[in-house]
């Protein structure tokens, strides 16, 4: 009998959602940074094992938003909570609840949401500070199950899929069995670009970043791409251009090869820069680079 589930990831930015989702499905369908607020749409990520379809949605970092943009990625995490069958609250080891925490357990709360908690990075901690969340966590709710992982290892991953396993109900699969995500090719390249500004480029000027494909021709086995990089500033643009073109070079190298490795195939890509003025605050520019409501 065929069983599945919609288990939404949240939490706090940068605390390693996609870097989990990422290896619960064993390849990469979300990109990943250092640099909080990566991930700004949903990703969904199927993971089909047996009979079983889990359906993860990686959502963006849970955080007190300063654009519309930032209103739009808010929305993004509430607007999943509301259509899922559960969630995993992914933390940081700390000795307390954070207010961005204790706002997701009360929404857990109001909905009845059976919930687990998953605490990531714990190569980085000591034992007595794991003991210290589990504790916290575990005074303000009820978790189906509390779960300690180093998702970039992979260490307690397959811990977090088995534990998911509760939630599954009896079902015919929304995906095949033979993806993982349901995202376009188109997108899951853009993403890959914009990953590699976060990589290459200084604190705040990647997150004024946003990347768009223009054109995608495929021909005797090469895919040819022309993505559009647009920034903020006309400083923006020539930070990100570089001495002699150098830093889009290295964008562009970086971007391609993983690509490639995406497609299983030779990619030509051509990168420009653009600048619109203040496009995170402008409704009709979030809703122009793809920013949508899904549900």
């Not at 009998?1 to 605390?15: E, H, L, Q, S, Y």
């Not at 300063?66 to 739009?72: A, I, W």
């Not at 034992?127 to 978790?143: H, R, S």
């Not at 054109?215 to 895919?223: F, L, T």
Request: charged fraction near 30%; include cysteine; proline fraction near 3%.
């Amino acid at each position: 009998m065929k069983k599945t589930a919609f288990i939404a990831i949240v939490g706090r930015p940068n605390v390693g959602k996609s870097t989990l989702l990422n290896a619960i499905l064993g390849e990469k369908v979300a990109i990943v940074s250092k640099k909080p607020q990566t991930t700004r749409n949903r990703i969904t990520g199927i993971h089909t094992v047996g009979d079983n379809q889990f359906v993860f949605l990686d959502t963006p970092g849970m955080h007190k938003p300063r654009t519309r943009l930032g209103d739009f990625m808010i929305k993004t995490v509430s607007n999943t909570l509301g259509g899922v069958d559960t969630a995993i609250l992914v933390v940081e080891a700390r000795e307390e609840v954070g207010d961005i925490e204790a706002q997701i357990i009360k929404r857990f709360k109001a909905d009845k949401m059976r919930a687990i908690l998953v605490i990531n990075k714990i190569d980085t901690v000591r034992p007595v500070n794991i003991a210290k969340t589990i504790a916290a966590y575990a005074a303000e709710f009820d978790f189906a199950a509390v779960i300690p992982v180093a998702a970039k290892s992979g260490k307690g991953v397959d811990t977090v899929i088995s534990e998911c396993e509760q939630f599954l109900y009896e079902g015919d699969w929304f995906f095949p069995d033979d993806i993982v995500t349901d995202q376009p090719e188109r997108q899951i390249a853009a993403e890959i670009i914009r990953e590699k500004l976060l990589r290459m480029l200084e604190e705040e000027i990647p997150h004024g970043t946003a990347v768009t494909i223009e054109e995608w021709k495929e021909r005797s086995g090469v895919v040819s791409i022309r993505a559009e990089i647009y920034c903020e500033k006309a400083s923006h643009k020539g930070i990100i251009i570089g001495k002699g073109a150098q830093t889009i070079k290295k964008i562009g190298t970086y971007a391609r090869e993983d690509i490639e490795k995406m497609l299983d195939t030779k990619v030509f890509l051509d990168l420009y820069v653009r600048v619109k003025e203040n496009w995170r605050d402008s409704s009709f520019n979030i809703s122009d680079f793809g920013f949508k409501d899904e549900l």
